[in-house]
């Protein structure tokens, strides 16, 4: 972990944090110096509910000076599967929870948030943890907050905009599942999330996107991000199937305080990029 820097002006710090049920990432930059002061990464032993979740936010926030004492500008990812991305063309606010209702089971008490995309011309409508928010609220005020695959989906649009043939797949590999954007020509076909706690669930799924889709596995580049290995189980088995295969390349430039190896940009890419 990083220890923090107490003359760090309050001003200069923007932390962003990923809540999802299987974990907690939290990263601070301090934006003059391009450095990064706080980092902090939590794997659950197994998947939570949002309440649970709120407590070990609350418990963090109790252990770490850094996060007790620091206010920041804020931006909170949220990384589930319950969302849905929809072309601006279609999209009514008023009916947003209806482009959810197929795929989701959503409560009464959930909010539908959504994420406009401009590169792509599209919105994605997504349930945040409303408990959480409120903790975030409470603590910081006004803040900001996003979907992880909305952060993604507009990243890799910017960066297939002059694609103009071939297919690219990026897999968002997580404990418990995966999040899968295909993109072909510089067009987005498809933004979804998989569980899958096995590797074959881990290429079954694979395949059978591409499948529908009318690829062929031995033709489309697979670029890697999260948290997934070289060599790995998942890694060995898609590479039986795809091969060009490679890890997203990532340079953010930041400065790590730390005597520890620093992270892989690539394991933590949505965390990293929201400080830009």
Same mark, same amino acid.
């Given at each position: 972990?990083?220890?923090?820097?107490?003359?760090?002006?309050?001003?200069?710090?923007?932390?962003s944090?990923?809540?999802?049920?299987?974990?907690?990432?939290f990263?601070?930059?301090?934006?003059?110096?391009?450095?990064?002061?706080?980092?902090?990464?939590?794997?659950?032993?197994?998947?939570l509910?949002?309440?649970?979740?709120?407590?070990?936010i609350?418990?963090?926030?109790?252990?770490?000076? &850094?996060?007790? /004492?620091?206010?920041?500008?804020?931006?909170?990812? =949220?990384?589930?599967?319950?969302?849905? +991305? @929809?072309? !601006?063309?279609?999209?009514?606010?008023?009916?947003?929870?209806?482009?959810?209702k197929?795929?989701?089971?959503?409560?009464e008490?959930?909010?539908?948030?959504?994420?406009?995309?401009?590169?792509?011309?599209?919105?994605?409508?997504?349930?945040?943890?409303?408990?959480?928010?409120?903790?975030?609220?409470?603590?910081?005020?006004?803040?900001?907050?996003?979907?992880?695959?909305?952060?993604?989906?507009?990243?890799?649009?910017?960066?297939?905009? &002059?694609?103009? /043939?071939?297919?690219?797949?990026?897999?968002?590999? =997580?404990?418990?599942?995966?999040?899968? +954007? @295909?993109? !072909?020509?510089?067009?987005?076909?498809?933004?979804?999330?998989?569980?899958?706690?096995?590797?074959?669930d881990?290429?079954?799924?694979?395949?059978?996107?591409?499948?529908?889709?009318?690829?062929?596995?031995?033709?489309?580049?697979?670029?890697?991000?999260?948290?997934i290995?070289?060599?790995?189980?998942?890694?060995?088995?898609?590479?039986?199937?795809?091969?060009?295969?490679?890890?997203?390349?990532?340079?953010?430039?930041?400065?790590?305080?730390?005597?520890? /190896?620093?992270?892989?940009?690539?394991?933590?890419?949505?965390?990293?990029?929201?400080?830009?």
């Amino acid at each position: 972990m990083v220890t923090p820097n107490k003359e760090i002006e309050t001003q200069n710090i923007k932390l962003s944090i990923q809540v999802s049920l299987n974990g907690l990432s939290f990263c601070a930059l301090s934006r003059e110096e391009k450095r990064i002061v706080f980092f902090k990464d939590l794997l659950f032993p197994r998947k939570l509910n949002p309440q649970q979740v709120l407590q070990q936010i609350e418990k963090i926030y109790d252990e770490e000076a &850094f996060l007790k /004492e620091q206010q920041a500008e804020v931006i909170v990812l =949220f990384s589930n599967e319950l969302y849905s +991305l @929809v072309p !601006q063309v279609y999209f009514n606010e008023e009916n947003a929870s209806e482009y959810l209702k197929y795929n989701t089971r959503i409560l009464e008490t959930d909010y539908v948030a959504q994420d406009e995309l401009a590169e792509g011309k599209m919105v994605n409508v997504y349930i945040p943890y409303t408990n959480i928010n409120n903790f975030f609220f409470d603590r910081y005020g006004e803040f900001e907050y996003r979907h992880t695959v909305s952060v993604l989906a507009e990243e890799f649009l910017i960066q297939n905009r &002059f694609q103009t /043939e071939g297919t690219r797949v990026y897999l968002n590999c =997580f404990p418990g599942g995966y999040d899968l +954007l @295909v993109f !072909q020509k510089g067009q987005l076909l498809l933004a979804n999330t998989f569980k899958c706690s096995t590797k074959e669930d881990f290429i079954y799924y694979l395949l059978f996107t591409a499948e529908q889709l009318d690829l062929d596995p031995s033709r489309f580049e697979l670029i890697l991000l999260g948290r997934i290995k070289e060599h790995s189980d998942y890694y060995d088995i898609a590479y039986t199937y795809v091969k060009e295969i490679k890890f997203l390349n990532t340079s953010f430039g930041y400065i790590f305080s730390t005597s520890e /190896e620093p992270p892989k940009g690539y394991m933590h890419y949505s965390l990293f990029k929201v400080l830009v």
